[in-house]
């Protein structure tokens, strides 16, 4: 999948996710929300400007979210995404209500549809992550402006292909066909045990280029 179409799967797919905020103190604050539409651009989600949630995203201009499908723990996928917002006003507030008509139970009349605000999340990054795939699957990308970068664990040249890894990792996604060995990022777990056992010191956490 690329980009947008993560995207439009989190909105139509998941619909309903938990975004963070931080408040005046810089602490977390959590809340559930309903993707209401998504392309090329991002994400867009309507707020009330009475609610403390429009206040934290107009102040610090900046969310993440989480949202996940599935029946249990290892049949679930989770798209996490976090990046810059912007308020749009109430103009695309037609265009969603119709592609979200429940939100007319909610906000039955015109009048009071004025309390609402569009925000569109335009710049970010993001993580698919599939617990329900042996081995686990695990993408990371990037739309608008942002640049993906992501922690990664990376194998050097320090490499003496002695295996000691290969046990503990819990996953088996270290590949020894290749000399240094290669992790294989998109099954990573991120667990760190390889870094923590190999005698060469040769794992190295880091950015992804
Ligand atoms: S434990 Fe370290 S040196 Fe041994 S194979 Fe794994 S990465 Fe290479
Ligand atoms: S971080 Fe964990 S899952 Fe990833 S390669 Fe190392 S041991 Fe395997």
């Not at 707020?47 to 610090?60: D, E, M, P």
């Not at 109430?90 to 009071?112: C, D, H, Q, V, W």
């Not at 290749?178 to 040769?202: D, M, N, S, T, Y």
Request: proline fraction near 4%.
């Amino acid at each position: 999948m690329n980009e947008t179409e993560y995207l439009i799967y989190l909105q139509k797919e998941i619909h309903t996710v938990v975004a963070a905020t931080v408040d005046d103190n810089g602490l977390p604050v959590t809340c559930a929300i309903d993707m209401m539409d998504a392309d090329e651009n991002g994400l867009y989600f309507l707020t009330a400007r009475g609610k403390g949630f429009y206040s934290r995203l107009k102040k610090s201009g900046y969310m993440a979210l989480t949202g996940m499908k599935g029946e249990d723990t290892m049949s679930c996928v989770a798209v996490s995404v976090r990046g810059r917002v912007k308020e749009l006003g109430g103009a695309l507030l037609p265009r969603l209500f119709e592609k979200n008509p429940y939100m007319l139970e909610i906000y039955p009349t015109t009048e009071s549809q004025r309390a609402l605000t569009v925000f569109r999340l335009y710049a970010g990054m993001g993580e698919w992550f599939d617990l329900s795939k042996k081995p686990i699957e695990r993408f990371s990308f990037s739309f608008g402006q942002a640049k993906a970068k992501q922690e990664e664990y990376f194998i050097t040249d320090a490499c003496t292909h002695c295996r000691t890894c290969e046990s503990v990792c819990p996953q088996g996604c270290i590949d020894f066909t290749f000399k240094p060995a290669v992790i294989r990022q998109e099954h990573c777990l991120h667990c760190g045990r390889c870094i923590e056992v190999c005698p060469q010191g040769a794992v190295i956490r880091e950015e992804s280029k």
